[in-house]
């Protein structure tokens, strides 16, 4: 019989799709094994996307039940093993007491003292690790090791659309002309990185608008009125507003069909460098936020990050973080125009 095994990340998009490589290591190591997600509502499409996740447990919907049903919903899964990649107090006390026999958490961590039977020495903010590779650390307690280079981790984050993207947005994306590119420019990021700014994400998309190249806007509908003034001032940039319009299934399989995506250190930066697009993160250069720790994986992922070696004054007032900001759009244009279009599956 084989054997199941839990993977727990519950916080953003960008962290789950980080946390891929663990799925796929464990289907290394242990040919024919199931593999679970458990994560937030909004984390499923991307478990779905994933081929290392065979199924995906809602902690939302998780918690919703009583407690007796959530330890026999965990019990249910006759796991080998549940790996805590991201703290949870409340699922990792339903783990002990749906006695799964091997509970792996952080030592740095209290409450994995408490509840889970092996422990793992990782401190996350000092090391010189990627994340991916940290999240990796956290099979050893199952024998897996040595740790993989981050050449061979990025070759396990993969996503693939599980949705057909709607008639009009592909034909939308369709109807560039030859050596067109189709860029996605993502500018918010919802408060999980350090933001480029609109002043410079209006520049890149006029410079792209200028060389000739296609210029689509995302983000949520609440993201689109906030930008409404600037989404009007470069009204002639761009190709589509697409703000609110796309679900996430729907958008991770519009990021699939396009060339590539710009954006800060967001869960659509990860999305379009595991879905093999052109991925390109804009990154300060403060630890702990810095690509060498968040950078996007991915056979087509790159990053750009100013080079000033401390960005103290970033840490004292993060909402004008003048490092990221610093990275010229110019230089941003230029990278973009060395992308070779990616055909779509029927093109």
């Known amino acids: 019989m084989s054997q199941t095994f839990l993977v727990s990340r519950t916080d953003a998009i960008g962290d789950v799709v980080l946390t891929l490589p663990v799925a796929g290591q464990l289907k290394q190591h242990f040919p024919g094994c199931r593999v679970v997600l458990i994560g937030h509502t909004y984390t499923a499409p991307v478990a779905a996307a994933c081929p ?52 792996i958490g952080t030592r740095n961590r209290w409450q994995h003292w408490l509840t889970c039977n092996r422990l793992v020495a990782l401190s996350r903010r000092h090391s010189p690790l990627h994340e991916a590779q940290l999240n990796l650390q956290l099979l050893q307690p199952l024998g897996v090791a040595p740790l993989p280079s981050l050449l061979d981790v990025a070759k396990l984050v993969q996503l693939r659309p599980v949705e057909p993207l709607p008639a009009s947005f592909r034909q939308l994306l369709q109807a560039r002309q030859p050596g067109q590119l189709n860029v996605i420019l993502h500018p918010r990021s919802r408060g999980s990185a350090r933001e480029w700014g609109l002043d410079n994400f209006g520049h890149l998309a006029q410079l792209l608008h200028q060389a000739g190249h296609r210029v689509f806007l995302t983000g949520t509908a609440a993201e689109g009125e906030e930008l409404r003034e600037w989404r009007h001032q470069h009204a002639a940039a761009l190709t589509a507003d697409l703000t609110g319009q796309l679900n996430l299934p729907q958008f991770i399989a519009f990021i699939a069909a396009a060339d590539g995506l710009v954006a800060g250190s967001t869960g659509p930066l990860h999305l379009a460098a595991a879905l093999g697009r052109h991925a390109l993160g804009l990154y300060p250069p403060i630890r702990p936020m810095h690509p060498g720790r968040w950078g996007p994986l991915g056979p087509h992922a790159g990053f750009m990050v100013f080079d000033k070696p401390t960005c103290d004054d970033c840490r004292t007032q993060p909402a004008t973080c003048s490092c990221i900001r610093a990275i010229e759009p110019v230089a941003v244009a230029a990278r973009v125009l060395t992308w070779q279009p990616l055909l779509l599956k029927d093109e």
């Open 52 to 103: 290392w996740v065979d199924d995906f447990l809602n902690l939302d919907d998780l918690l919703q039940q009583p407690e007796p049903r959530q330890v026999a919903t965990l019990r249910g899964y006759a796991a080998a093993a549940i790996i805590h990649v991201f703290p949870n107090r409340a699922l990792a006390r339903l783990a002990l007491k749906a006695k799964i026999a091997v509970r």
